[in-house]
């Protein structure tokens, strides 16, 4: 990245209506012994999908994890649905609605996809319930169908990535985490993963997703942070933010 974003507020028509689900408040951690986020502050609200943007080491993935309780924070705090989950676990937290497809997608790669979708609803004791979502996943990733008996780990990295998806929204997620989906991935699968998230969200699930490609992001996002060295430098609608001479620069190489 060339060019330093400095910040900016939040314009008045940005700021969205729904509630609160996820707020983060002067979040610090620290990873490898270098503190990689350093007050960070940001919200997503019930209904949106939010863009965390920034390159390679800006914090965006530890920022995640601390999210997801993977990770320790030094100091702030985390609310989801509107309490304190500083010190929870990623498996209580997806428990309740808190749910992360992780970088690198972490599918069980010797289990069937099938498998891995009944995973995703280890928390849950509805059998019927779980036979129809599994079907719905079939219904959003068509590839998963026609490949529902095969092994994870002899599936594409993009088919690795909707398998991730789906099972993570297996746990009916309140909030869905994605955290760099479309790393590693051909220019066609890009378009798909893409095509996906933007059609998980019209079905009304609520998205934090983090991603290095600004464009794309931004293009589906309802509003968008800019990360740079541990903290957020710029936030805004999506719309407005993609057009930004300061992002353009920086981010789309123009």
Same mark, same amino acid.
């Given at each position: 990245?060339?060019?330093?974003?400095?910040? !900016?507020?939040?314009?008045?028509?940005?700021?969205?209506?729904?509630?609160?689900?996820?707020?983060?408040?002067?979040?610090?951690?620290?990873?490898?012994?270098?503190?990689?986020?350093?007050?960070?502050? $940001?919200? !997503?609200?019930?209904?949106?999908?939010?863009?965390?943007?920034?390159?390679?080491?800006?914090?965006?993935?530890?920022?995640?994890?601390?999210?997801?309780?993977?990770?320790?924070?030094?100091?702030?705090?985390?609310? $989801?649905?509107?309490?304190?989950?500083?010190? &929870?676990?990623?498996?209580?937290?997806?428990?309740? +609605?808190?749910?992360?497809?992780?970088?690198?997608?972490?599918?069980?790669?010797?289990?069937?996809?099938?498998?891995?979708?009944?995973?995703?609803?280890?928390?849950?004791?509805?059998?019927?319930?779980?036979?129809?979502?599994?079907?719905?996943?079939?219904?959003? $990733?068509?590839?998963?169908?026609? &490949?529902?008996?095969?092994?994870?780990?002899?599936?594409? +990295?993009?088919?690795?990535?909707?398998?991730?998806?789906?099972?993570?929204?297996?746990?009916?997620?309140?909030?869905?985490?994605?955290?760099?989906?479309?790393?590693?991935?051909?220019?066609?699968?890009?378009?798909?993963?893409?095509?996906?998230?933007?059609?998980?969200?019209?079905?009304? !699930?609520?998205?934090?997703?983090?991603?290095?490609?600004?464009?794309?992001?931004?293009?589906?996002?309802? &509003?968008?942070?800019?990360?740079?060295?541990?903290?957020?430098?710029?936030?805004?609608?999506?719309?407005?933010?993609?057009?930004?001479?300061?992002?353009?620069?920086?981010?789309?190489?123009?």
């Amino acid at each position: 990245m060339n060019e330093t974003i400095s910040p !900016v507020a939040v314009p008045a028509t940005a700021q969205p209506a729904g509630k609160v689900l996820l707020k983060v408040s002067g979040l610090k951690v620290a990873y490898g012994g270098i503190q990689a986020v350093k007050g960070v502050d $940001f919200a !997503v609200h019930e209904g949106e999908l939010v863009s965390l943007i920034g390159s390679n080491g800006a914090g965006k993935t530890t920022t995640m994890k601390a999210i997801t309780g993977t990770l320790p924070f030094l100091d702030g705090d985390i609310e $989801f649905l509107g309490r304190s989950i500083k010190g &929870r676990g990623a498996w209580d937290l997806v428990g309740e +609605g808190l749910v992360m497809v992780p970088e690198g997608r972490g599918v069980f790669t010797r289990m069937t996809i099938t498998e891995n979708l009944q995973i995703g609803a280890y928390i849950r004791d509805d059998k019927g319930g779980i036979a129809e979502d599994i079907e719905r996943m079939f219904t959003i $990733f068509p590839r998963l169908r026609e &490949r529902k008996d095969q092994l994870a780990g002899t599936m594409s +990295g993009g088919e690795q990535q909707m398998l991730a998806m789906g099972r993570a929204l297996m746990a009916r997620p309140k909030v869905l985490l994605l955290d760099e989906p479309s790393m590693g991935l051909s220019p066609i699968m890009v378009d798909k993963i893409f095509e996906v998230v933007k059609n998980v969200y019209d079905q009304g !699930v609520t998205v934090l997703l983090v991603e290095q490609n600004a464009s794309r992001a931004l293009q589906i996002a309802d &509003r968008g942070y800019v990360m740079e060295s541990g903290l957020i430098t710029m936030t805004g609608d999506a719309k407005v933010m993609l057009d930004d001479p300061k992002v353009r620069a920086a981010y789309l190489g123009e």
